[in-house]
C-alpha cells in the first residue's frame, strides 16, 4: 500500500464514538452537516469584504479530508461549474470524511474576468505565500494554511487561458508515483507528467505532503460541456478511490487514459492569418501541416509542421497571430493505426457522462 492509501486507511479505520466536529475558518462544522465558511482575506477599497469561501461537505462517518479548487487563476471558470455540479451529486449523500469545495479562489480575479490578482501577480506563482506579503502572497498563504494543510489530497481545477483551448488532462509530479493510481482514476484522456514550478500550488502541496492532482481542460472565461462532465465524473471517482462514496457513485472510464512525460508548443513562422486543420484531441504524425499562415493579401502561406508525432491537448483559438504565437500544445505519443479510435472512444464515453444536475436537464 502506498503513502497515500495509508493515510485513507488510516482515516476510515479511526476508532472514534462519533466523527469530530471539523475546524475552520474559526468555524465548527458538526457531523453529518454542510456549512458555508466564509475566511475573511481583505477590504476593498470601498469597504467591501472579500472572503476565502468554502462549502465544507463534513461526513458522519470518518474518513479523508480531500480539498476541490477552482479558479485560482480568476479567469478559468470551468472548475467553479464542476464544483458546483459535485456539490449536488447525490453521491454525496452517507460519504465518509470531509470535503472542502472552494469553488472560487481568487474572488478578485474572478469578478474582474481577468487570470491576476489586483496587484497584477499570478496566485499560482505565489506559494506558499505569507501572512505579511503582498496581497497575492496573503491569499497564498490564507489558502494553504486553512486548507491544503487541512487536507489529505487536492485535485485543483484549471483550464487554458482565454483565447486557447485544453483538452480534459490531468498534470502530475514527474518523481510521484504513488499519485498516479488517482490520476488514472481520474478519467480524463490524458494523464501529462510535469515538473514542479516554482511557487506553485502543487509545488506547496508536495511541501506539506498533500498530493494534489493538477486538471486542465476548456478555454478561460468560457464553460465547454465535455470539459465540465469529465471534470464532475472525474472528481466523484477520485472520491470512490479514496473511499469517501460508494462504488454505485459513477461509472469506471471504458478506455484507460494516455500517458504522456513531455510535450512542445507549435509556433507560428510569421504573423497573419492563423487557419487551423487540426483540433485538440487529434493526433499528428512528424511533418503533418497542422495549420497554416496566411498574409491578409493571400499573397503567401507560411505552413506550421508537425515536429513530432503526438495528441494535441491544447490549442489558439484566435485567427490573428503574431510571430512566435503558441498555436498547438502538442504531447509526445508514438502514434499507431488505433490510436484515434482509442481516443474517440475516450470522447464518446465523456460526452455520454450523465450532467449530475437535475436542473441541466431540458
Known sequence: ??????????????????????????????????????????????????NLTVNVVHGKRPGPVL????????????????????????????????????????????????????DRRDLNRCFPGHSAGSLAAQLAHLFLTEIVEKSDFGIDLHSAAVNRVNLPQIRVNDDDHDIMEYAEAFGAPIILTSPLREGSLRQAGKEAEVPILLYEAGEGLRFDEMSI?????????????????????????????????????????????????????????????????????????????????????GRTNLPIVNQGDALFHVAAIKRSSELQERMDAIETHLQSDPLLDEDEII
Open 229 to 313: 462532465r469529465a471534470g464532475v465524473s472525474g472528481v466523484l471517482r477520485v472520491m470512490r478511490k479514496l473511499g469517501m462514496t460508494s462504488g454505485r457513485s459513477i461509472r469506471d472510464p471504458k478506455v484507460p487514459p494516455f500517458k504522456s512525460s513531455s510535450s512542445h508548443w507549435l509556433r507560428a513562422p510569421v504573423g497573419g492569418i492563423l487557419r487551423t486543420f487540426k483540433i485538440a484531441g487529434e493526433f499528428v504524425n512528424e511533418g503533418d501541416v497542422v495549420a497554416a499562415v496566411s498574409d491578409p493579401f493571400g499573397l503567401r502561406d507560411a505552413e506550421v509542421v508537425a515536429k513530432h508525432a503526438g495528441l494535441i491537448i
Open 67 to 118: 480539498f476541490v479548487s477552482g479558479a485560482v487563476h480568476g479567469d478559468e471558470i470551468v472548475g467553479v461549474e464542476v464544483i458546483r455540479r459535485v456539490l449536488k451529486s447525490p453521491a454525496l449523500r452517507g460519504m465518509h470524511g470531509t470535503l472542502l469545495a472552494v469553488p472560487v479562489v481568487n474572488a478578485f480575479g474572478f469578478l474582474n474576468h481577468t487570470r491576476y490578482l489586483p
Open 1 to 50: 500500500m502506498n503513502e497515500i492509501g495509508k493515510k485513507v486507511s488510516k482515516a476510515k479505520s479511526a476508532k472514534v464514538a462519533r466523527t469530530p466536529d471539523f475546524e475552520i475558518g474559526g468555524k465548527t462544522v458538526p457531523a453529518g452537516t454542510r456549512q458555508i465558511v466564509d475566511i475573511p482575506i481583505s477590504l476593498l477599497s470601498n469597504h467591501t469584504p472579500v
